[in-house]
């Protein structure tokens, strides 16, 4: 394995859906899956994440395959990669995991190839999209409604606790209080365009809590298919019986910028772990989502402020907040350069707030590196001690500003 490359991402957070739906899953397959192979559809992010729920379960006999032909050969840390068409050759012989986010063309292709689902193949369905859905429509009046992405929904692989961020604020702010809607990668403008339409057309909140994570400011963030969630934008569109002008076409858009668009990230791991030494890959990730040049003009900057004067017209109190970065951690790969970019980031965000009269709360150095899913962490999840901390002091802020 020594010249063999590894393909395995940095993974040490979960979305809990994934996690719940894994558990089922294995708890309800347990005997058709033993003694049998499993084989990892997908050499990438959820696919090394697969593996960590496999091993968890004391599951060995692991192997991935993928359909990008430059990984074949190379591991998800231990786990080789091996060709589609060896495992169409063994047919039969192993179960396959689905382990793409929109899995969909993968089942399709592998029916082609005369698998059956739910014999020879599997995908694992998070009910992600329903579960929000079923929020978004809940008609039982809140104080309050909280938008934001993973930073939110997910937890660390290694929490024992399994209450997201979302869920201890819920938990402590009592019934009724506030309405998460939260999932992972999600852009200012969907934000912007879902609020709306609960506020339009399911009811509207005297208060709002946004998460403003930097990551969501860079040029690239709102075109990435895994950011557009088609699907889920025109289920909410179809909820609220196409009447609002603007999630229709948002609707549009992001079926055509998924369609468009085939790369999740502008680097990808089989390119950025190349030899190029231990921690490139989380260095240029950083770079991307912290460092970069904020264009103030980028789509997510205009919905910020839109959502913002929409508050402002509608008399809904608002409060921002940024989440705590990994700083610690992005200083031992950046130096002083790190911060230097990173506040320059951060203030454009400040100002927007200052201007318009919005109250920020900025953790962005709240926390060290250990209160994060893990000590080298690459975005904004937190472990269940970190977590706690925030979900405080974010509804004492909620508080001050007589939210909850």
């Not at 921690?279 to 919905?303: A, L, P, Q």
Request: charged letters at 25%; one cysteine or more; aromatic letters at 12%.
């Amino acid at each position: 394995m020594e010249n063999k490359k590894n393909f395995a991402w940095p993974v040490t957070t979960v979305c809990k859906y994934d996690l719940k739906a894994f558990e089922n899953f294995i708890e309800e397959k347990a005997s058709f899956l033993y003694g049998k192979r499993i084989v990892v559809f997908g050499a990438g992010i959820r696919g090394t994440q697969y593996s960590f729920f496999l091993k968890r379960f004391g599951y060995s006999d692991i192997v991935f395959t993928d359909n990008n032909i430059k990984k074949v050969g190379g591991y998800i840390n231990e786990f080789p990669i091996v060709s589609l068409n060896q495992i169409v050759a063994e047919k039969g012989k192993n179960v396959i995991l689905v382990s793409l986010e929109n899995g969909g063309a993968i089942c399709c292709q592998l029916e082609e190839l005369g698998f059956e689902k739910d014999r020879d193949f599997f995908y694992i369905d998070n009910h992600l999209y329903d579960e929000y859905e079923k929020r978004f429509m809940n008609r039982e009046e809140t104080k309050t409604i909280l938008m934001g992405d993973c930073g939110i929904t997910d937890l660390a692989i290694k929490d024992t606790n399994s209450a997201n961020l979302g869920e201890m604020i819920t938990e402590k702010t009592g019934k009724n209080a506030v309405k998460v809607l939260a999932i992972h990668a999600m852009g200012m403008r969907a934000y912007y365009t879902i609020f709306k339409a609960h506020c339009e057309h399911v009811y509207k909140p005297q208060n709002a809590v946004l998460m403003v994570n930097l990551e969501v400011f860079t040029g690239k963030q709102h075109l990435l298919p895994r950011s557009q969630h088609a699907a889920l934008i025109e289920r909410i569109s179809n909820d609220v019986q196409n009447k609002d002008p603007e999630l229709l076409e948002y609707a549009k858009i992001t079926k055509e910028r998924f369609s468009n668009f085939k790369n999740d990230y502008f680097t990808s791991s089989d390119n950025a772990l190349k030899d190029m030494g231990q921690g490139t890959n989380e260095k240029i990730v950083i770079k991307m989502n912290y460092m970069f040049r904020m264009d103030t003009e980028n789509e997510c900057i205009v919905y910020l402020k839109k959502f913002i004067q929409y508050c402002q017209v509608k008399n809904i109190k608002l409060l921002l907040f940024i989440p705590p970065a990994n700083y610690e951690y992005a200083q031992t790969l950046w130096g002083d350069s790190f911060k230097e970019k990173y506040d320059k980031n951060v203030k454009v965000l400040l100002d927007i707030a200052g201007e318009n009269n919005v109250p920020i709360k900025d953790f962005s150095y709240r926390l060290p590196a250990h209160k994060f899913a893990d000590i080298c962490t690459i975005d904004e999840t937190l472990n269940q001690d970190g977590r706690k901390i925030v979900s405080e002091e974010l509804i004492a802020e909620m508080r001050k500003e007589g939210m909850v």
